[in-house]
């Protein structure tokens, strides 16, 4: 089992990177990542020289595509998460999906492992959202041998956005601002389970169903904040601010900034009250769960991986 060909396409990030280490604790050598991200990718490679690693446009046909042929499982992780415009949604969430699948069918590919997202329950209405909605949808009337993972809200080793990017933002400023009262309701799921699920699944190759794979602990936006101030050690003062200066900032953030971290409609997402379902994950995947606190510590404070930066 252990020499598995395993094709990760959009693996440079944050599950991707998270995926490989765990993978290789776990023995497993014969992976291949594919990805568009140059700097990303040169950072997976520089940990592990000792896999496949490379450049490709997964929405473009190329010569990446011969790299699924005799593999054992494919790890769909390719995704946009967030930018100002449709296209590079469509572009990433949809197109690559298609060849992707195309892929899958043409090499017989026994077994797919789709990461899609809670958002697909979500009220929000956005283009991740939107996209993420129709790209699951092309994976289960594929009919391809395949699991449907939703993750809520991941966080980690190589976060550069989410928690990854509050945590950069808290060291480098005198103020935190939080928008309102900061009490929506979270449920954060640290990638390192996640990555353990992933692995249950292709050793056990259970397929044809979807499951919800949410964080067992529900935390306020506000506590997360609080406990990465602590991890950190990090200084600043956390503000409250109302809700619509806040968004207001967001927007003009984004006039001069291409690719902002943060947008205001995730503002929205998080404010929006969503409530996941909850499943016993770690019975179904027999894997241990990592309280919240302890998962935080060791995302800022790893010797190994913590201090290791992906570009945004």
Same mark, same amino acid.
């Given at each position: 089992?252990? #020499?598995?060909?395993?094709?990760?396409?959009?693996?440079?990030?944050l599950v991707g990177q998270n995926l490989v280490a765990f993978l290789k604790r776990k023995g497993y050598s014969n992976l291949v990542v594919l990805d568009?991200?140059?700097?990303?990718?040169?950072?997976?490679?520089?940990? =592990?020289?000792?896999?496949?690693?490379?450049?490709? #446009?997964?929405?473009?046909?190329?010569?990446?595509?011969?790299?699924?042929? *005799?593999?054992?499982?494919?790890?769909?992780?390719?995704?946009?998460?967030?930018? !100002?415009?449709?296209?590079?949604?469509?572009?990433?969430?949809?197109?690559?999906?298609?060849?992707? +699948? *195309?892929?899958?069918?043409? %090499?017989r590919i026994p077994y797919t492992v789709h990461i899609s997202s809670s958002v697909v329950e979500s009220v929000a209405d956005d283009h991740y959202t939107?996209?993420?909605?129709?790209?699951?949808?092309?994976?289960?009337?594929?009919?391809?041998?395949?699991?449907?993972?939703?993750?809520?809200?991941?966080?980690? /080793?190589? #976060?550069?956005?989410? !928690?990854? /990017?509050?945590?950069?933002?808290?060291?480098?400023?005198?103020?935190?601002?939080?928008?309102? =009262? *900061? $009490?929506?309701?979270?449920?954060?799921?640290?990638?390192? #389970?996640? &990555?353990?699920?992933?692995?249950? &699944?292709?050793?056990?190759?259970?397929?044809?169903?979807?499951?919800?794979?949410?964080?067992?602990?529900? @935390?306020? %936006? +506000?506590?997360?904040?609080?406990?990465?101030?602590?991890?950190?050690?990090?200084? &600043?003062?956390? @503000?409250?601010?109302?809700?619509?200066?806040?968004?207001?900032?967001?927007?003009?953030?984004?006039?001069?900034?291409?690719?902002?971290?943060?947008?205001?409609?995730?503002?929205?997402?998080?404010?929006?009250?969503?409530?996941?379902?909850?499943?016993? /994950?770690?019975?179904?995947?027999? @894997?241990?769960?990592?309280?919240?606190?302890?998962?935080?510590?060791?995302?800022?404070?790893?010797?190994? %991986?913590? $201090? @290791?930066?992906?570009?945004?």
């Open positions: 089992m252990k #020499d598995k060909k395993i094709v990760i396409p959009g693996g440079a990030g568009k991200h140059k700097a990303n990718l040169r950072v997976l490679q520089s940990m =592990h020289p000792d896999i496949k690693v490379e450049y490709a #446009d997964l929405a473009l046909p190329g010569a990446w595509e011969k790299h699924f042929e *005799g593999a054992d499982a494919v790890v769909m992780l390719q995704a946009q998460i967030g930018d !100002l415009h449709e296209e590079p949604f469509v572009r990433n969430n949809i197109t690559t999906t298609v060849l992707i +699948i *195309g892929l899958i069918r043409k %090499y939107n996209t993420k909605k129709e790209q699951e949808k092309m994976v289960l009337e594929s009919g391809i041998n395949a699991v449907v993972l939703r993750p809520t809200l991941m966080f980690g /080793w190589f #976060d550069r956005k989410h !928690l990854g /990017w509050l945590s950069r933002f808290m060291k480098n400023v005198p103020v935190f601002p939080v928008p309102g =009262h *900061g $009490r929506y309701m979270r449920q954060p799921l640290y990638v390192g #389970d996640f &990555c353990a699920i992933i692995i249950s &699944c292709l050793e056990s190759g259970i397929a044809g169903k979807v499951f919800n794979i949410t964080g067992l602990e529900e @935390v306020s %936006y +506000i506590d997360i904040i609080r406990q990465i101030k602590k991890a950190t050690s990090a200084k &600043c003062q956390i @503000v409250h601010i109302p809700y619509a200066l806040f968004s207001l900032l967001l927007r003009i953030w984004a006039l001069f900034d291409s690719n902002p971290p943060f947008t205001a409609s995730q503002l929205k997402s998080l404010t929006a009250g969503d409530e996941f379902e909850v499943i016993d /994950w770690p019975s179904i995947y027999s @894997v241990q769960p990592t309280p919240f606190a302890k998962a935080i510590d060791e995302t800022f404070n790893d010797p190994e %991986y913590s $201090r @290791v930066k992906l570009e945004f």
